[in-house]
């Protein structure tokens, strides 16, 4: 069964440093999500992208995220500074038709 | 605003009995529910969805029912097992751009 995978499983990272998180869709699947939950508490939507561009991203997106679609394959997320607040759980998604798959997540932790 | 919320945080059922989880929402506009199971260290995994011209759907055992005139879903589990237990999420699905708008989550432990 096609999974969605994401890699590294966990990062840690200084405070201000920039991180990359990666990940690598259903192949067949055309809009792309990335989704974040802090310790304890729900899942945030980040940002969707489709036909290689953002298509809806919400508050939490700022100037210091971005994603993007290098090579066809793989869809990553960067944090160009990261602060303390930014430690969660990152998730990436996929659908082909209505339902979201969901990666493993990755882990990050910004001390 | 948009919200998806979850009226029981935790649940505790012994092995066996039918597990029902609740959920509510308040977007109307919503088209489109789902149901994801999140175990520990893990990301969210699709169980069942159901779609706003439904009221009902089943799967393998487990049940979605969809209320549209409180804003209501509910998750039933037949014959809980101990790998049932985990963090159960209902999420709602509107707009364009069908992101996920999510509760808060109800962790299910099962009692051997």
């Known amino acids: 069964e096609p999974e969605v995978t994401q890699t590294p499983s966990h990062q840690v990272t200084q405070m201000g440093q920039e991180v990359i998180l990666r990940c690598v869709p259903i192949?067949?699947?055309?809009?792309f999500y990335w989704y974040r939950q802090i310790l304890g508490q729900k899942v945030e939507f980040l940002v969707s992208?489709?036909?290689?561009?953002?298509?809806?991203k919400s508050e939490i997106f700022d100037d210091q995220f971005s994603v993007e679609r290098p090579d066809g394959s793989n869809f990553t997320l960067k944090i160009r500074s990261t602060k303390l607040e930014d430690s969660a759980m990152y998730f990436c998604?996929?659908?082909?038709?209505?339902?979201?798959?969901f990666g493993p997540g990755t882990r990050l932790l910004v001390l | 605003g948009e919200s998806v919320g979850l009226h029981l945080p935790t649940l505790s059922v012994q092995e066996g009995d039918n597990s029902i989880i609740n959920c509510a929402y308040s977007?109307?506009?919503?088209?489109?529910f789902i149901w994801y199971k999140q175990e520990s260290g893990k990301g969210p995994q699709f169980i069942i969805d159901?779609?706003?011209n439904m009221d009902k759907r089943q799967g393998q055992r487990v049940t979605v029912l969809l209320n549209k005139t409180v804003k209501h879903l509910s998750l039933q589990i037949a014959a809980t097992q101990p790998g049932d237990s985990a963090v159960y999420f209902c999420?709602?699905?509107?707009?364009?751009?069908?992101?996920?708008?999510w509760g808060l989550g109800t962790s299910l432990g099962v009692n051997p």
């Open positions: 998604a996929c659908r082909g038709q209505e339902t979201q798959y």
């Open positions: 159901i779609r706003s």
């Open positions: 977007n109307s506009a919503s088209d489109y």
């Open positions: 992208f489709y036909n290689n561009e953002i298509s809806e």
């Open positions: 192949s067949n699947h055309l809009y």
């Open positions: 999420a709602e699905n509107a707009g364009n751009n069908r992101k996920l708008i």
